[in-house]
């Protein structure tokens, strides 16, 4: 995609929705932290529907310690893989409380070096939280990046480093989310809403759904 084009993409992306924001629900960096770890292979709704419980009861890497791994379990358990990701949690909490006086790091070695925090999670929490220009790949960011032309690539951290060099500063700090929410509600897998794409213009896609 040409450099005109990407700015007129994000520009129209930035008029339709000015502040866009993450549809996990949190009140700290923490809360975000653990919500991002748990929505790995799950839905966001799935996510908030048992952080709404969790949270209110324990929101604090020492209180998710004192629920323990089984107490934990009980609160997630509505959310695929909990088995795993309880375990993780409660690792990640242990090293956020011994290694970082129960602060979330603001830097990538320190975030991957967490238990379930893999390059995309640390990439929405610096981005959403620490506002750093960053690019955290999901499957609906790398079907977009592919489809629309702007970072075509055989795998997530191709899509991601061509994004970041695709992408203008001025838009970069709202693009996770921009190109999230596009490939969540507009440009759907199977079905792309094309009809009712606010970019279609822009888009080379060659089997859009017009119809």
Same mark, same amino acid.
Request: hydrophobic letters at 40%.
């Given at each position: ?10 520009? &129209? ?11 996990? =629900?949190?009140?700290?960096?923490? @809360?975000? +932290?653990? *919500? ?9 709704? *799935? ?20 629920? %323990? @791994?089984? %107490? ?7 959310? %695929?893989?909990?088995? !795993? $990701? ?6 990640? /909490? ?17 975030? @991957? ?20 220009? !960053?690019?955290?790949?999901? !499957?609906? &960011?790398? =079907?977009? %990046?592919? =489809? ?35 490939? =969540?509600?507009? /440009? ?5 809403? /094309?009809? @009712?794409?606010?970019?279609?213009? +822009? /888009?080379?896609? $060659? ?5």
């Amino acid at each position: 995609m040409k450099k005109a084009d990407v700015v007129e993409l994000f520009t &129209i992306f930035r008029e339709n929705n000015p502040k866009p924001q993450t549809e996990l =629900r949190y009140s700290s960096v923490f @809360e975000l +932290l653990v *919500s991002v770890v748990l929505s790995a292979q799950a839905t966001d709704v *799935s996510v908030n529907k048992a952080t709404n419980k969790l949270y209110p009861i324990a929101n604090t890497p020492e209180a998710i310690l004192a629920l %323990g @791994e089984a %107490g934990l379990k009980d609160y997630i358990k509505t959310i %695929g893989l909990y088995n !795993t $990701k309880a375990r993780n949690v409660i690792k990640l /909490c242990h090293d956020l409380v011994e290694k970082h006086g129960s602060e979330v790091p603001n830097n990538r070695k320190d975030l @991957e070096a967490l238990a379930g925090v893999g390059r995309k999670t640390a990439n929405v929490v610096l981005n959403t939280a620490f506002g750093q220009l !960053t690019m955290a790949v999901d !499957t609906h &960011i790398f =079907r977009v %990046g592919n =489809r629309l032309g702007l970072a075509p690539g055989k795998n997530v951290v191709e899509v991601e480093k061509k994004l970041l060099k695709a992408i203008p500063d001025e838009f970069m700090l709202d693009a996770h989310h921009w190109l999230i929410l596009h490939g =969540r509600y507009t /440009c759907l897998a199977r079905k792309p809403k /094309c009809m @009712e794409c606010a970019v279609e213009q +822009l /888009c080379p896609f $060659k089997d859009k759904i017009m119809g």
